[in-house]
């Protein structure tokens, strides 16, 4: 399996940046997908994660409860080397109509107009660039994120360890629903603070 590095893909030896590229299902925004003009094709030293063992998930409270949904449709790519942490950058683009409650009531509320408005903003982006090292794997990384069409600063925990072919991801974030006009501020039943969670499991290309 060869040597385990906590600090990511690849060594101090390897080609800046090497780069994470993740598909959780073809969906039918992948004309905005092309666009992404940083992306670039695969090459020698280049990750593809794994769909099966990667998940995006949200959390928020609703009636005094947490409730957990995933999105079923998202894309990252992921530039990383920790001999380059300023040349690395990160981009996230997420289907918000694939986003799933275990209640149906709450998968088909999510999509409204006055939550996330699915038809009229379909896609979510957050785009950072620049990791700040703050142990041995574990990294933070400062971007903005658009939602609903508001964009706002959003801060990712990001922990990155591979085992010879195989690197594992596991990122969080919390936010508030209200900096995104997600529902109104005082809802009786829904809590405003979210938490954002993914892990990735990826697989060497070369």
Do not use: N
């Not at 409860?65 to 990383?80: C, K, L, P, Q």
């Not at 574990?138 to 990155?160: F, H, M, N, Y």
Request: proline share 6%; charged share 25%; hydrophobic share 45%.
């Amino acid at each position: 399996m060869g040597r385990r590095d906590e600090d990511g893909p690849g060594s101090a030896r390897a080609p800046a940046c090497r780069r994470f590229r993740g598909r959780a299902r073809a969906w039918a925004l992948a004309a905005s997908l092309a666009v992404a003009g940083w992306a670039a094709p695969a090459a020698a030293g280049d990750w593809v994660m794994d769909p099966a063992a990667s998940q995006l998930s949200v959390t928020i409270d609703v009636g005094g409860r947490r409730m957990a949904g995933v999105f079923e449709s998202w894309r990252a790519d992921i530039a990383f080397d920790p001999a380059a942490p300023e040349a690395c950058r990160v981009r996230v683009e997420v289907d918000v109509a694939s986003l799933s409650f275990p209640d149906g009531m709450a998968t088909a509320s999510a999509a409204e107009p006055r939550w996330l408005a699915a038809s009229e903003h379909p896609v979510a982006v957050f785009e950072g660039a620049g990791f700040h090292r703050d142990a041995p794997g574990a990294w933070t990384v400062r971007g903005d994120l658009t939602l609903k069409g508001e964009t706002r600063p959003l801060e990712l925990q990001v922990s990155i360890l591979t085992q010879g072919e195989t690197a594992e991801a596991e990122v969080s974030a919390a936010l508030l629903r209200t900096d995104y006009a997600v529902g109104e501020p005082a809802e009786e039943m829904v809590g405003l603070a979210v938490t954002l969670e993914a892990s990735v499991t990826a697989r060497r290309l070369d």
